[in-house]
């Protein structure tokens, strides 16, 4: 009897003891440096009066993935919309049985070389393998994650503009966002610094991820984990990495003069642009979930979606954003670029009410078309876009699910200008701008300079309009603002347009192709250039000219 009961209070032990491990949690973070284009930015706020803390709930399509936003001025609906469809995009890539949490927070104060970073919580899983919360939560635990959470620079020039609006701002957030998420997903060593040097994030314990991480001699950086010092983990992540995926060794980024915090073992380094690539040196760019990124998920226990062919959708970004006014054609190919031809096709649309796809469409062959069609208001996301999504599949198994969101707003999609005259006053000429769009039959262009001087014109007409502008300023470049209307809002679009922007140089009058010694050179504000030997020596800008035998009979000179 005391031998069971022995043995009962050690397997109570040992249960407490695991419970007790699993509660547990540990955190890693992941971080971005500022590009070139950091600014002491800000937008205006879009309330008078914020609640310091008071927050409020983003969930992507279908609910699988939810984010927890503060009430902020940073918090714009461009920055909206820009995170939910990086969730979207994320949702339609994995089957997700318990929602993904995570937080987002604008900080005011973080170092200004940090452009965006993120915290994941991270435990032990029943192997005493360490994985991310919303990782374990699909398998083992029913808990929320409420420390996970993306920092972003609230000073960074974010690009977060659409299609349909004014464009502002330089590195691209939603690349940025959907980055930071594969790391909330799982992505990345979980290497952190301590006081005594570099170690692993759980003590004795490596991710699932840092169990993928093999040197030359396939040596995995997990093996580190229980004997391994500081040194002896530094030394194995300056050698070169690959992560030991399924389908091959894929390079990972290292550095032989030493290891690089948050940087060396966590990203790709392939030939090729790639959402988890570092660095990825064009952060203006809307960057793709790539293979490689879904390959490693798979590795480490995510439930991934096929992903074996590659669709691409005229007229639509690399996410599936595009006009609902327009149609979309879709091709489809391997992952090595091979066309596929005898594909299935099926279009959905999402019902917000009944939280299901509809079909709508469904074709066969090389190519497939979604029409432009506007359905009811039940396909309609906050943003006033159609949701939906394009399935392809294949004779051999492989399939794929891309989607789609099909802006309702209006979309200017160009111009062309024509008919260019000079006027009577030779500071000003006028032209014929023929504009082009869609989903919208009235709005108004606005023709302004440098200076601010303003001509607005009614927009009238389905499609195409011609509008003659008279007295434009010759020495300005012109911006041309379209803004159109409709039951769903405006969409707005700016050009710039420089007078016969041909030439380089351009003379009102007599002409002085050569600098003589008869001839003096002025700018606008009257003080006089020495040392011209050619008006190719001339930086732009406006300038005056006389032959200094002559009192009158000055001319301007305009360098662009």
């Known amino acids: 009897m005391k031998c069971i009961l022995s043995i009962l209070s050690l397997l109570f032990f040992l249960s407490s003891t695991v419970l007790g491990q699993t509660e547990e949690t540990y955190e890693v973070t992941y971080v971005d440096s500022v590009g070139y284009n950091y600014s002491a930015y800000a937008p205006q706020p879009l309330v008078e009066t914020v609640v310091e803390g008071e927050t409020y709930e983003l969930r992507s399509r279908q609910g699988k993935i939810l984010a927890t936003v503060p009430v902020s001025p940073y918090m714009t609906i461009g920055v909206e919309h820009c995170l939910m469809m990086a969730m979207d995009v994320w ?97 990345g060593t979980s290497i952190v610094q301590r006081s005594g040097g570099i170690n692993f994030a759980t003590p004795r314990s490596a991710s699932l991820f840092d169990n993928l991480v093999v040197n030359a001699n396939n040596q995995t950086l997990g093996s580190l984990a229980r004997r391994g010092s500081s040194e002896a983990i530094e030394a194995f992540l300056v050698q070169d990495l690959y992560l030991n995926l399924p389908g091959g060794k894929q390079r990972l980024y290292s550095n032989s003069q030493g290891f690089v915090l948050y940087r060396s073992g966590c990203y790709f380094s392939l030939e090729k642009d790639n959402l988890m690539n570092y660095p990825y040196q064009d952060k203006t760019k809307l960057l793709p979930i790539n293979p490689e990124t879904l390959d490693a998920l798979s590795a480490i226990g995510w439930e991934v979606k096929p992903h074996e062919l590659s669709l691409d959708g005229s007229s639509l970004d690399t996410y599936g954003y595009g006009s609902v006014y327009q149609g979309h054609i879709f091709k489809a190919s391997g992952q090595d670029g091979t066309p596929i031809t005898n594909a299935r096709w099926k279009y959905q649309l999402y019902n917000n009410h009944s939280g299901a796809y509809v079909d709508q469409a469904q074709g066969t062959g090389g190519s497939f078309t979604i029409p432009s069609t506007l359905k009811g208001d039940e ?31 209006p979309l200017v999609l160009g111009y062309q200008i024509a008919n260019v005259q000079d006027a ?106 020495y040392g011209i030997s050619s008006m190719d020596e001339l930086p732009r800008g406006i300038y005056i000219i006389r032959k200094n035998d002559k009192l009158k009979g000055s001319k301007i000179y305009v360098v662009k």
């Not at 929602?99 to 200004?112: A, I, L, Q, Y």
């Not at 070389?113 to 435990?123: F, K, N, S």
């Not at 032209?431 to 108004?444: A, P, Q």
């Open 424 to 529: 009577e006053n030779p500071y000003y000429f006028s032209f014929d701008i023929t504009l082009s769009y869609v989903g919208s039959d009235n709005g108004v262009l606005t023709v302004c300079n440098e200076g601010g001087a303003a001509m607005l014109f009614d927009i009238k007409g389905s499609g195409q309009t011609t509008i003659h502008v008279p007295n434009a300023f010759k020495y300005s470049q012109l911006w041309i603002d379209v803004s159109l209307d409709n039951n769903y809002g405006s969409g707005t679009k700016r050009f710039y347009y420089d007078y016969d922007s041909n030439l380089s140089k351009r003379e009102i009058g007599i002409d002085f192709p050569d600098v003589q010694e008869n001839v003096e050179i002025f700018t606008l504000h009257g003080v006089r250039l």
């Open 91 to 187: 949702e339609e890539q994995l089957n997700i049985k318990e929602p993904v949490r995570f937080k987002v927070t604008f900080n005011e104060n973080m170092s200004p070389d940090v452009e965006i970073q993120t915290t994941v919580e991270y435990a032990l899983d029943r192997n005493r393998n360490s994985a991310p919360l919303n990782l374990l939560n699909q398998v083992e635990f029913q808990r929320k994650d409420e420390v996970t959470t993306i920092d972003i620079n609230a000073y960074v020039y974010w690009n977060s503009s659409w299609a349909n609006e004014l464009e502002f701002g330089y590195d691209n957030l939603t690349t940025a966002l959907t980055r930071h998420l594969a790391h909330i997903l799982g992505f």
């Open 379 to 409: 396909y309609l996301d906050k943003f006033q876009c159609q949701q939906g999504r394009v399935i392809c599949e294949t004779n051999d198994g492989a399939s794929v699910s891309y989607p789609v969101f099909l802006d309702a707003h």
